[in-house]
């Protein structure tokens, strides 16, 4: 045996040792370390994509390292890539394999706020790229609202304000159903109970305490503005809310001006007495409980003070809310100006 034979075979054997480390730490590279960025990165996959081309997109856009050794663990492992909306962030191939392989979708994080009408909420979900406009058009199917138990004109005020996390597969009728089983959920069949003793059905009962969300601003006045319906609501006399003559305009903005208050339709409450047909938003659970319950006050009227605090002055006569008005204007006179921007 030449005595180079077993130097060369040394180094044949570290050659190749070295040969698998490195084959090693590349597919711990490919495989297992994070690739992407700290931002989540959205992508699709309609039913029927191939492997190949799911692949190629995820590797285009940043997600994995390899198409190549994705398809190959895909067909290794046997199971089917699932289509639909996926988001990432900083994750492995193995993980983002996995998710499509379970059918983890991205979940879009969608907020209602309490006051937020139907236009607000398909706003919101615009933003997402969710069906806003099957939205729209599901909350007012009578079908639908029959199956949900709803019995308003529409889905106006039953869609519960909270935070809702929906794929993007999602169409408008499943939309409308997830917030509308949410008020279901969140609002105690007691609170119910305790509004129908006093009269009120669910319909009347969201309709009232929608109004108490628009008006009241601070939240220990929810109790006593719903207090003043009701003894506006027992004496026969009209609400003349803002809010109810705005929703029927669909306007959004604070202002109201005579002319508008001498538009006849179903919300103007200033020419129409009782309650309008429906809620003009979606209301919290605090105002739907000053609804059921409200506060045992004398008074019939209101007016914000106007000294930024977003309280109101109550009345028991007209002649202390004309009062009330005349002081609430001279404060807002009399409040400093903020100078103009240069």
Not at 18 to 41: E, F
Not at 142 to 165: M, Q
Not at 228 to 251: H, I, S, W
Not at 274 to 289: H, Q, R, T, V, Y
Request: proline share 8%; glycine share 8%.
């Amino acid at each position: 045996m030449s005595r180079h034979a077993k130097p060369k075979r040394r180094t044949g054997v570290w050659v190749a040792a070295a040969a698998g480390a490195l084959t090693g730490l590349y597919l711990v590279w490919v495989l297992l370390i994070p690739a992407g960025s700290p931002r989540v990165t959205l992508v699709e996959f309609a039913p029927g994509t191939s492997a190949a081309v799911i692949a190629g997109n995820l590797e285009s856009a940043g997600l994995i390292r390899s198409a190549f050794w994705f398809r190959v663990l895909a067909r290794v492992t046997g199971r089917p890539l699932l289509a639909g909306e996926y988001g990432f962030r900083r994750a492995s191939l193995l993980r983002v394999l996995h998710a499509l392989q379970a059918g983890r979708v991205y979940l879009h994080r969608v907020l209602v706020r309490e006051g937020d009408a139907l236009p607000q909420i398909a706003d919101a979900l615009a933003r997402e790229g969710l069906a806003a406009d099957s939205m729209r058009t599901a909350a007012m199917s009578r079908p639908l609202l029959r199956k949900l138990g709803i019995p308003g004109p529409s889905a106006e005020g039953f869609l519960f304000p909270d935070t809702y996390l929906i794929p993007k597969s999602f169409t408008g009728e499943q939309i409308v159903a997830m917030m509308a089983r949410r008020f279901s959920d969140r609002v105690p069949k007691a609170l119910l109970e305790e509004a129908k003793a006093r009269g009120l059905d669910v319909l009347r009962l969201v309709t009232l305490a929608s109004i108490v969300e628009k008006e009241a601003r601070d939240p220990g006045e929810r109790p006593v503005i719903a207090g003043v319906f009701r003894n506006r609501l027992k004496r026969g006399m009209p609400l003349q809310a803002d809010p109810t003559v705005l929703y029927g305009l669909n306007r959004w903005d604070a202002r109201l001006t005579l002319k508008d208050l001498q538009v006849d339709h179903p919300y103007n409450t200033y020419r129409r007495r009782g309650l309008p047909p429906g809620p003009i938003c979606s209301p919290g659970l605090a105002c739907l409980e000053a609804a059921a319950s409200p506060a045992e006050v004398p008074f019939l009227y209101f007016v914000t003070r106007k000294d930024g605090t977003g309280r109101h002055q109550f009345s028991r006569t007209l002649a202390e809310h004309e009062r009330a008005i005349k002081a609430s204007k001279l404060r807002a006179a009399a409040a400093p100006r903020r100078p103009a921007s240069p």
